[in-house]
């Protein structure tokens, strides 16, 4: 059974902070590795893709592979209350679909 | 910026009913999916569908579940005979590449009663 584990959480960071949240998959094949962020009764959104190993930075947030030990992680740079959310990692298990992990909640406290 | 859209929001049935849900994704993408979401779980994969037919399906996705593109825009999650487990958030996905991030729907709360 492919898995991919995450942290339920809550992380709870101060505002301006940086967050770290983590993942681990189960299938060394697996080629492309997604976060997305749910708020609340919402809809998944896609905020990095990261595809080989190494560093991969947008903006405040900064994706981390390392395919060696099967790990996958998300930094969030100058925490703001708008960051409070659901982090799903995601992963691609074959070339028809993703799964996804169970979330880490984020919590940024003022 | 384009998005996928999905219809109805909110869907109340009784069991044994069947239920239509209802998907356009971003017009130039070529791949489509269904997931899933039980209140409080993770986001399940159900099904992956390309070129006008399903590439792959779940476990989840048993006889009583069927997908189709009846035109150039719409895509469908057909649920023949609903149960109580059924209870859900569908969500609608498409991508313009395989293995590339998908764009979400906003999802049609599904409540069997």
């Known amino acids: 059974q492919k898995e991919v584990e995450q942290n339920s959480g809550p992380l709870s960071v101060p505002e301006g902070a940086i967050a770290s949240l983590n993942c681990t998959y189960s299938d060394r094949g697996s080629q492309s590795f997604f976060w997305y962020r749910q708020y609340s009764g919402k809809s998944p959104e896609l905020i990095m893709s990261i595809y080989s190993n190494g560093d991969k930075e947008d903006g405040r947030f900064t994706a981390q592979l390392n395919k060696a030990s099967q790990y996958v992680s998300l930094l969030i740079r100058d925490s703001q209350p708008s960051d409070s959310a659901t982090y799903l990692c995601a992963v691609s298990s074959s070339a028809s679909k993703i799964i996804f992990g169970s979330g880490t909640r984020l919590s940024i406290r003022p | 910026e384009p998005e996928v859209t999905q219809t109805p929001s909110h869907q109340v049935t009784q069991m044994g009913q069947e239920v239509i849900l209802r998907c356009v994704p971003i017009s130039n993408h070529l791949y489509f999916y269904w997931y899933r979401q039980i209140l409080g779980q993770k986001v399940e994969f159900l099904v992956s569908?390309?070129?006008?037919?399903?590439?792959?399906k779940s476990e989840i996705f048993d006889d009583q579940f069927s997908v189709e593109r009846p035109d150039g825009s719409n895509f469908t999650l057909k649920i023949r005979s609903t149960k109580l487990e059924d209870s859900a958030m569908y969500f609608c996905?498409?991508?313009?590449?395989?293995?590339?991030?998908?764009?979400f729907g906003s999802g049609t709360r599904l409540t069997v009663v």
């Open positions: 569908f390309y070129n006008n037919e399903i590439s792959e």
């Open positions: 996905a498409s991508s313009d590449q395989e293995n590339y991030g998908y764009t």
